[in-house]
């Protein structure tokens, strides 16, 4: 079946330590996404990348990095840096058809990273 | 920045009653798009409007793309046990890449 995968489902973090979140598609989309979720707010952008070997920082980039290596995978990295990383981590993707690309995005089921 | 006000925050109602609710835009957006996640879930897309004044609807719902282009509205009718969820609104304007979110629409039926 075609989808969004995200890896793990949990994962703690004892604070200092950096860990990384998996996120992989088969849907054959070129954009891929990575947002934060805390409780009763939205959805807040990260980064988000349109191509391979290309991504851009989103409205709450820093503490956080990324890598878009091939088109079917777009990694998060979740580091020290961060203060405050407790929160539902969701990724996304979809289709990039045009400049002015309306097209819908699909979200994984996301990981949930705690702090020990 | 973008942003956008989704209302109401939370809602309780009976199962068999109607909902609506909406979202408003400071700037003008050329694509609502409307999701409802379960816990511990991702987002999934329920309704995608494109045009200003479009009506579209997926069973039991139905969304509208307001004709000032700031805001749209998602109505639920008969509502029943698995409409539980938060629903969110989300639009892109014409120079954006990426969407904005509104803060969700808790909902609650009660049996």
């Known amino acids: 079946d075609g989808g969004i995968t995200q890896s793990p489902k949990y994962l703690f973090r004892k604070e200092g330590q950096n860990v990384t979140l998996s996120c992989e598609q088969n849907?054959?989309?070129?954009?891929m996404y990575w947002y934060r979720q805390d409780p009763g707010q939205g959805l807040r952008l990260i980064y988000y990348?349109?191509?391979?070997?290309?991504?851009q920082k989103g409205d709450i980039a820093e503490g956080y990095s990324v890598s878009r290596e091939k088109k079917e995978s777009f990694p998060l990295t979740v580091t020290s840096a961060q203060k405050n990383p407790t929160a539902f981590y969701l990724c996304?993707?979809?289709?990039?058809?045009?400049?002015?690309?309306?097209?819908?995005?699909?979200f994984g089921d996301g990981t949930r990273l705690s702090i020990l | 920045g973008q942003q956008l006000n989704q209302s109401p925050q939370s809602m309780f109602i009976q199962e068999g009653e109607d909902v609506s609710m909406n979202c408003t835009s400071s700037?003008?957006?050329?694509?609502w798009l409307w999701y409802k996640q379960d816990p511990g879930e991702g987002p999934v897309l329920l309704i995608a409007?494109?045009?200003?004044?479009e009506l579209t609807s997926n069973g039991r719902l139905t969304a509208q793309f307001g004709i000032t282009r700031k805001d749209s509205f998602l109505n639920i009718s008969a509502s029943i046990p698995s409409d539980v969820g938060i629903y969110f609104c989300a639009g892109r304007s014409g120079s954006a890449r990426q969407l904005t979110f509104g803060s969700g629409t808790q909902l609650t039926v009660l049996p």
């Open positions: 990348s349109q191509i391979v070997n290309d991504f």
């Open positions: 996304a993707s979809s289709i990039v058809s045009g400049q002015d690309s309306n097209q819908p995005q699909h």
């Open positions: 849907l054959n989309h070129d954009a």
């Open positions: 409007l494109y045009k200003a004044g």
């Open positions: 700037s003008i957006f050329n694509t």
